[in-house]
T-cell receptor, first 108, second 115 residues
């Protein structure tokens, strides 16, 4: 079966660091994606990991451990505009399978 | 256009009616996906096209749902005898190639409300 778990909601303070975890069990694996989705808007691509380890891109980093079925998205120097939902998605055999998303609220 | 375009952006229909939702992918993208997203949930896979053919339609909830992509570009999602439970945002995405290891670009979605 397909199962992707991530926390439903998180809160953090402007300027802080937050880590959003994602665990997955899927048939077929072609990499793990993180997407950002602001309310009422389309998801936009943040990162892609296919090998174990940390990928850094500016304020955002993403980590993958394939043996543990685990990934996290790390957001540094949080800004108010980072308030959004963060979707963990696994590349299956022919499609992306999404988790339910983590709604992050950043407070001043 | 530069991105994935979906029309209409909003659609309100009565229960039992037929609706068509259109997706215009990024030019040159051979892979096209339809997802459905309910409030507070992640996108739920419906169907995937590689070129003109439906490579995977395992996510279509029942036979009221059907999608086509006759020329390998624009796609239409068709819903017959709509039900209130069909209300959701229908998202279309496209990507280069067919494997899900490349970035998928999403349209703004069509918000369907069945009353």
């Amino acid at each position: 079966g397909q199962n992707i778990d991530q926390p439903t909601e998180m809160t953090a303070t402007e300027g802080a660091i937050v880590q959003i975890n994602c665990t997955y069990q899927t048939s077929g694996f072609n990499g793990l994606f993180w997407y950002q989705q602001h309310a009422g808007e389309a998801p936009t691509f943040l990162s892609y990991n296919v090998l174990d380890g940390l990928e850094e891109k500016g304020r955002f980093s993403s980590f993958l451990s394939r043996s543990k079925g685990y990934s996290y998205l790390l957001l540094k120097e949080l800004q108010m505009k980072d308030s959004a939902s963060y979707l963990c998605a696994v590349g299956g055999t022919d499609k992306l399978i999404f988790g339910t998303g983590t709604r992050l609220q950043v407070f001043p | 256009g530069a991105g994935v375009s979906q029309t209409p952006s909003n659609k309100v229909t009565e229960k039992g009616k037929y609706v068509e939702l259109r997706c215009d992918p990024i030019s040159g993208h051979t892979a096209l996906y339809w997802y459905r997203q309910s409030l507070g949930q992640g996108p739920e896979f419906l169907i995937y096209f590689q070129g003109t053919g439906a490579a995977d339609d395992s996510g279509l909830p029942n036979d009221r749902f059907f999608a086509v992509r006759p020329e390998g570009s624009v796609s239409t999602l068709k819903i017959q005898r709509t039900e209130r439970g069909d209300s959701a945002v229908y998202l279309c995405a496209s990507s280069l190639g067919g494997a899900p290891n490349t970035e998928a670009f999403f349209g703004q979605g069509t918000r369907l409300t069945v009353v």
